[in-house]
Each structure stands twice: as structure tokens, then as C-alpha cells.
């Protein structure tokens, strides 16, 4: 199944809640959290007071995405505000396997993130213990970047890999996505479309259910 993660860093945070309830109004089935720590990447986003605060607003899967150094250090904390899956960076952590299973121990899906220069190749040994692979397709840090067409290989390498495996692990992309790309990356294997921009510029309704058209 294909699934559409609108991220709220493109959102209009005076009217943050009534912007997510049209998300979801529109078949949006998860909402993209961007968390970063001004170390890992150069941009400072939110946290878990804003988590905490907007989950009640709907019902949708949270994607909570960690751009920090040393992920581990918060993890039981963006669990408890509501994370339904909680993606890390392989980049930023020393031991990713026991973040891993610091995300399951939590009651959580895991999700495993690498940058656009990282080879899908360093995170294969870990695919058999996380729920979704996100490949990011801007550097991050920054929205309304172009969507880097390099990383359409890595996409389509990491579900050959999946496949191959026969793992049901789901490969996410982030960044630069739009009405007129989005088919691109679904073609190549990719099946969770993360989209602020392309969601939060204009009539969200009419975007969430273009992007989602082009998608299935």
C-alpha cells in the first residue's frame, strides 16, 4: 500500500491543528514530524512539546523523524508524546542496532534513515530488524529543497534488497517531492511519500488528494 506523510515543517503553525485534521480528512494515513537539533543538521524544528501537544489533533500513524546526534538519548520520550514509528540516522548514531532495539523495547516501529551520499549498502545488516527504510532525497535540514534524481537508484536498489530478503520493511522518501516527481520514486519501490511543500502550498485538500491519486 501506498501511503502519503504530510510533514508538518511546511504547515502554518497558528492554525497547526486545523491543518493536520485536514490532512487526515483527505485520506492522509500518517503525518511526518521533523525533529532537528541544530548539530546533526544546521536547522533547529521542534519537539516533544509540540509532538505532545498536536497528537491529540488525529489519528494518524506519526512519523516521527529524529535528525539529532545520539537519538538514544530521547527516544523513551518521543515515544511517550505519541511516536507511533521513530526514525533515526544511521550518520548519527554510534551504535544503531542498540537504538533499534531501544525504539522496539518502547512499544514503537523503527525506522532507519540515511542521506543522500550514504550507500544503502551500510544499513543492509540492518534490515531485518527495522519496519521502514527512509532514503532521504534532499540533504537534510531544509525544506523545499529539488528532489535529488541520484537517489531514485538507491530506491530502487534498497527494495530489490527487501525483496530479495523477502522482508516487509517499507522504504520511505523525503524531500523535494511534488505533484509532477512523486511517480517517479513509487515506480522505483518506494511506497511512504513524505511531502510538505507539495501538501501545506495552497488547498490541502485538493493537494493531499492530487498526491495521493498519482500514487495508486
Excluded at 504547515?11 to 491543518?19: E, M, S
Excluded at 525544506?143 to 527487501?162: H, P, S
Excluded at 530479495?164 to 517531492?177: F, P, S, T
Excluded at 511534488?178 to 507539495?198: C, F, K, P
Aim: proline residues 3%; aromatic residues 6%; hydrophobic residues 40%.
Amino acid at each position: 500500500m501506498n501511503i502519503l506523510a504530510p510533514s508538518i515543517l511546511s504547515a502554518d503553525f497558528t492554525i497547526l491543528g486545523q491543518q493536520i485534521k485536514e490532512t487526515e480528512a483527505a485520506g492522509a494515513q500518517y503525518l511526518h514530524f521533523d525533529v532537528m537539533d541544530g548539530i546533526f543538521v544546521p536547522s533547529i524544528s521542534f519537539g516533544l512539546p509540540v509532538l505532545k501537544t498536536i497528537r491529540k489533533a488525529s489519528n494518524q500513524v506519526y512519523d516521527v523523524h529524529l535528525m539529532i546526534e545520539e537519538p538514544i538519548r530521547y527516544i523513551e520520550q518521543f515515544a511517550e508524546s505519541g511516536a507511533d514509528i521513530i526514525t533515526f540516522h544511521v550518520e548519527a548514531a554510534s551504535d544503531s542496532r542498540e537504538v533499534i532495539d531501544k525504539i522496539r523495547s518502547c512499544g514503537k516501529k523503527v525506522g532507519l534513515a540515511i542521506k543522500p551520499k550514504t550507500p544503502v549498502e551500510e544499513i543492509e545488516m540492518y534490515l531485518e530488524h527495522i519496519d521502514m527504510l527512509l532514503v532521504m532525497t534532499v540533504e537534510p535540514g531544509f525544506g523545499g529543497q529539488k528532489y535529488m534524481d541520484d537517489c531514485t537508484e538507491k530506491v530502487r536498489y534498497a527494495r530489490e534488497l527487501i525483496t530479495k530478503a523477502c522482508l516487509n520493511v517499507d522504504v520511505e522518501i523525503d524531500g523535494g517531492v511534488t505533484r509532477d516527481n512523486i511517480q517517479v520514486s513509487i515506480e522505483a519501490g518506494a511506497n511512504v511519500i513524505v511531502a510538505g511543500s507539495a501538501v501545506f502550498n495552497g488547498d490541502i485538500s485538493d493537494n493531499v488528494k492530487t498526491l495521493l491519486d498519482k500514487m495508486n
